[in-house]
């Protein structure tokens, strides 16, 4: 092995002990007689100082090497107060593992700010950057908060198939593909897979799944590709599904708090665990922004600024919008039994921004074929789906949460695309 220790693991009290570390050039500095390079790799920085009279000559000129050279530091730790986590490497060799053969596009110390476009044009170098990596860690520990709460509430995780033979949620805009003679498509969501999983009898299921959406978007809150991190429920309705939703959100946030206390500090991200999710219907909130001048129409879907100005006046970061208009949603969403103008459908608001979608589904299929006619859908294209109802369906409910969106809440971030690995948007389809 390259490395004996990890940055983040060599303390203080390991002075005088010799170590291996690999990892990047972040910066170099020479003061004449003392030269120093900050090594950086995936746990952090640590310094490294070379003293004329004290470190051999040849290793003092290998530390005139060009930032983002990927190198080996071999040497003794040293107490050091004024460095780095009061330790700094004395090194006795330094081996240039890959020369840098071009020119870096961007300053990866962050000292001269680069755009969005350029970071994520070469993405691979953005990920070298302390910022965006804290993104990913944080992202890393949410999709795990979010598995291990569900295996421990005795969900059982599945995987869909992301080609379909026809639209999941009844819309059109899907990207086509070519499967065999066949007509194809990619999934936009596992909504009918993960219902007929628990009409097979999995009762609850979860699952973290991609999914594509070809909408021609160019917002800060839309990807064309990105992962859904859904459950569904059955012999549960809508309010089963939020009290799900609820204990999820709680969990997720407050793991983050405890195990990336330094990628959010370092975020400029304060998280806090909601002690209560509070759940507002749909008429409530338009009210409250006509009552505020928003000028909204029952029956429309809220648009960014009135998302934003509904947890303004309510004064709530996080929030459930309930009951929704039943004609704006799915075609799946189970229509209010008292109220069959609007459904039992909900959506979770997390800062201004939906992070979650979910409702109690249409287990009679009467009610789905009547539901599938009505917005215009041949029933007979989703017959598959309607006759699995026949065969004896229980009530179920469930929701899905985006998880780039959730990313860029708990990292406070603005733009969705710093949330995603290698993002896919209308006009970016490289790296």
């Not at 040849?58 to 009061?86: F, P």
């Not at 860690?137 to 995987?159: A, C, D, P």
């Not at 569904?232 to 204990?247: P, T």
């Not at 029952?298 to 004064?315: M, S």
Request: aromatic share 8%; proline share 5%; net charge neutral.
């Amino acid at each position: 092995m390259l490395r004996t220790h990890y940055a983040c693991e060599v303390k203080p009290e390991m002075n005088g002990q010799k170590v291996s570390l690999a990892g990047w050039v972040h910066e170099v500095r020479d003061i004449g007689k003392v030269k120093f390079i900050v090594l950086r790799d995936t746990t952090g920085l640590i310094q490294v100082t070379g003293k004329q009279g004290v470190t051999d000559e040849a290793v003092l000129n290998k530390m005139s090497l060009v930032k983002e050279s990927v190198i080996q530091v071999i040497g003794i730790v040293r107490q050091e107060q004024q460095a780095r986590r009061g330790v700094e490497i004395n090194p006795t060799e330094i081996v240039d593992l890959n020369p840098v053969e071009v020119k870096i596009p961007f300053e990866v110390t962050g000292k001269v700010p680069a755009d969005l476009d350029v970071r994520l044009n070469h993405r691979q170098i953005d990920l070298r950057r302390i910022e965006t990596s804290a993104v990913f860690k944080v992202k890393s520990q949410m999709l795990h908060s979010f598995r291990e709460f569900l295996y421990r509430k005795g969900f059982t995780e599945i995987n869909p198939p992301c080609i379909v033979s026809a639209a999941t949620e009844g819309g059109t805009e899907l990207f086509p593909v070519e499967y065999f003679e066949r007509k194809a498509f990619l999934a936009q969501s596992p909504q009918l897979y993960k219902q007929l999983a628990v009409i097979g009898g999995m009762d609850k299921v979860f699952m973290e799944t991609p999914v594509f959406r070809a909408e021609k978007h160019n917002t800060t809150t839309h990807l064309n590709e990105l992962i859904s991190l859904d459950i569904e429920m059955g012999f549960a309705d809508h309010n089963d599904a939020m009290d799900v939703l609820e204990e999820v959100m709680k969990s997720v946030i407050s793991e983050v708090i405890e195990n990336c206390p330094d990628e959010l500090k370092l975020l400029g991200a304060n998280l806090q665990v909601p002690k209560k999710i509070n759940r507002h219907t749909y008429t409530s909130v338009v009210e409250l922004l006509n009552e505020k001048g928003g000028r909204m129409k029952w029956g429309e879907d809220f648009g960014r600024e009135h998302e934003l100005k509904a947890g303004e006046l309510l004064g709530e970061e996080l929030f459930f919008i309930t009951e929704w208009p039943t004609k704006s949603r799915a075609f799946y969403s189970m229509p209010n039994e008292k109220k069959p103008e609007v459904c039992n459908a909900f959506d979770l608001m997390y800062g201004g921004l939906e992070v979650a979608s979910g409702a109690q589904r249409i287990h009679l299929p009467k009610l789905l074929v009547e539901q599938l006619s009505s917005r215009g859908l041949d029933p007979k294209e989703f017959e598959f789906y309607v006759n699995a109802f026949r065969m004896g369906a229980p009530p179920h409910a469930g929701w899905a949460i985006g998880a780039e969106r959730l990313a860029m809440k708990l990292c406070n971030r603005n733009n969705i695309r710093e949330c995603s690995l290698f993002p896919r948007d209308r006009s970016r389809i490289t790296p």
